[in-house]
């Protein structure tokens, strides 16, 4: 099968970059990579791989936890657990899919589907599916039900406070989807396109306020509400406030703290994969002393 070649213009429409609109900046940029099956945080500033400070996502920590029999059953109908992960994947991208169009709603741009949404797993441009679509026009009824103004999207939750014995003091972190005023208030809005877990969804935007206050609240103060907007397949739309429980997001650490470390207590030790390079050619041979010239 040929390659598609797609050109710089049709790939720059399909990556839809964060818009230049937030009004928060990130105090700490932060980048992700998944290391052993979970998802670490660390300061993208940093260069040093050794001087980073990685902390699990607040969605690996709350692994803690089961998500009940639903989603055991359906793992374990699955064909195997490669065919599972797999459509999970799939899910995840049309999540990422829909948040990234939802943020350009958001700030006020036009989304033309025609441009499609580069996945950068394979440097494909594939076509924004039906289902997206649907979930664009619940987001677009909320945001006319509910008039909410954009503070910022995807803004970094990463604090590298340390104690003063040298322990992260927060040895967490996450991304916010969107903070929003609505009628006077600071709501932190996650955005969902699957399943609803209220436990689990209560528990991450208790985690990503507790992150968001420590950074921020001399910017904006602290949130006030918190909610999960669900955009729904058919095209509506369900938002569900969350109570705040931060004693609860205590103790779940603690226990992760055991869930996750070996016998000895030890938490994993993040090692970054080698880059490998990209071009590769044959040494040139080396000689073994200094040509001198032969005399007959």
Not at 38 to 45: A, F
Not at 90 to 98: D, K, L, N
Not at 161 to 182: R, W
Request: glycine share 6%; with cysteine; charged share 30%.
């Amino acid at each position: 099968m040929a390659k598609i070649e797609y050109t710089k213009d049709q790939v720059k429409k399909a990556l839809w970059p964060l818009p230049p609109n937030d009004k928060i900046t990130s105090k700490i940029p932060s980048k992700s990579l998944d290391f052993k099956g979970n998802r670490y945080y660390y300061q993208r500033n940093e260069k040093d791989p050794k001087k980073r400070d990685y902390v699990m996502s607040v969605t690996t920590w709350l692994n803690c936890l089961s998500k009940g029999i639903g989603f055991n059953r359906w793992l374990g109908n699955a064909l195997s657990y490669e065919s599972a992960m797999s459509y999970a994947n799939e899910r995840a991208f049309i999540g990422t899919m829909t948040h990234a169009l939802c943020m350009y709603l958001i700030w006020g741009e036009q989304v033309d589907t025609r441009h499609g949404f580069y996945n950068e797993d394979d440097s494909k441009i594939k076509p924004v599916p039906d289902e997206v679509k649907l979930r664009l026009s619940g987001f677009i009824d909320f945001v006319d039900d509910y008039k909410p103004v954009p503070i910022a999207t995807e803004i970094s939750l990463y604090n590298d406070l340390k104690s003063d014995d040298g322990e992260m003091v927060y040895p967490f972190a996450g991304t916010a989807d969107q903070l929003m005023m609505i009628e006077g208030k600071l709501w932190m809005v996650d955005i969902k396109t699957g399943a609803e877990y209220p436990k689990d969804h209560s528990l991450q935007l208790t985690a990503y306020k507790i992150l968001f206050d420590s950074l921020y609240s001399d910017i904006t103060g602290p949130i006030d509400v918190l909610a999960c907007l669900y955009l729904k397949s058919n095209g509506k739309y369900k938002i569900k406030k969350h109570k705040f429980k931060p004693n609860i997001w205590t103790h779940l650490v603690a226990m992760g703290l055991y869930y996750f470390s070996d016998m000895r207590d030890n938490m994993p030790k993040v090692v970054e994969r080698e880059k490998l390079p990209i071009i590769y050619t044959l040494k040139e041979e080396k000689e073994d002393g200094p040509k001198t010239d032969t005399k007959d």
